[in-house]
């Protein structure tokens, strides 16, 4: 049985993911660094309906002590890797006025740092398999400028996409996914006019639901997508 560690996976589109790679009988890593309720209850469901085996680790992604430990248990637990889905990531949006240096390198911290950090020590217990980075849409087309630390460190995740799957060739995979916008708790609090003018800019004219996003993640694990490398898939509905 293969085994898939998602980071951020307590919720949103880390949770789908973990469920999809359930159904397909992976043994389960769940990463959280906060929301530990969230994934117990994710574990429990997982276990329960998928009858897979299911580990529950707090590891905040931009420590790399933790980020050790986290892979540490993982070979301890299951002997190896298969799959490495990096989904953590975070956004702190406002005007670039009030974006504070603080909050500028918390985005980058979580979002980019996080994501070298977590496939450097994977990939050392991974003899072959896949890596799937998710990046956004915003790292490819105009992003908004209130987001601009996070289009920033969404770029760079598409770099470090290119740059591993150079260097861990022809064993491991690297692609990413670039979703648009997608209703998740990150996109809550959207103002009313704001999301109906993205809905409108979707070729769609909806925001995605986290499965849609997981779907494509999972695709490009499976042996469908063996010949898939180093390549980044947009999953945005046509977002312009």
């Not at 990939?123 to 980075?133: E, F, R, T």
């Not at 790292?139 to 400028?145: I, K, T």
């Not at 916008?181 to 909806?206: I, R, S």
């Given at each position: 049985m293969k085994t898939v560690l998602i980071t951020g996976s307590s919720r949103g589109i880390g949770a789908k993911t973990a469920e999809i790679f359930a159904s397909h009988k992976y043994n389960i890593v769940l990463n959280y660094a906060q929301n530990k309720n969230d994934a117990l209850s994710l574990a429990s469901k997982l276990k329960a309906k998928y009858h897979v085996a299911v580990l529950c680790l707090k590891a905040d992604v931009v420590c790399e002590e933790e980020v050790k430990e986290l892979i540490l248990e993982i070979k301890k637990t299951f002997g190896q890797l298969d799959c490495l889905v990096n989904n953590a990531g975070i956004a702190i949006d406002n005007p670039y006025q009030e974006k504070e240096t603080i909050e500028f390198q918390k985005v980058v911290n979580v979002n980019l740092l996080g994501t070298f950090l977590v496939t450097k020590y994977?990939?050392?217990?991974?003899?072959?398999?896949?890596?799937?980075?998710?990046?956004?849409?915003?790292?490819?087309?105009?992003?908004?400028?209130?987001?601009?630390?996070?289009?920033?460190?969404?770029?760079?995740?598409?770099?470090?996409?290119?740059?591993?799957?150079?260097?861990?060739?022809?064993?491991?995979?690297?692609?990413?996914?670039?979703?648009?916008?997608?209703?998740?708790?990150?996109?809550?609090?959207?103002?009313?006019?704001?999301?109906?003018?993205?809905?409108?800019?979707?070729?769609?004219?909806?925001?995605?639901?986290?499965?849609?996003?997981?779907?494509?993640?999972?695709f490009l694990a499976s042996n469908e997508a063996s010949f898939i490398n180093d390549t980044v898939i947009r999953v945005d509905g046509g977002l312009k």
């Open positions: 994977a990939a050392s217990i991974m003899k072959a398999g896949s890596i799937i980075n998710v990046s956004s849409n915003a790292a490819l087309n105009d992003g908004y400028p209130e987001a601009m630390d996070y289009n920033a460190a969404k770029a760079g995740v598409i770099a470090l996409t290119h740059d591993f799957a150079k260097v861990l060739a022809p064993k491991i995979r690297v692609n990413a996914v670039a979703p648009g916008w997608v209703e998740t708790a990150m996109n809550q609090d959207l103002a009313p006019h704001f999301k109906k003018a993205m809905q409108e800019k979707c070729l769609l004219g909806k925001m995605a639901q986290p499965e849609e996003i997981a779907q494509v993640i999972y």
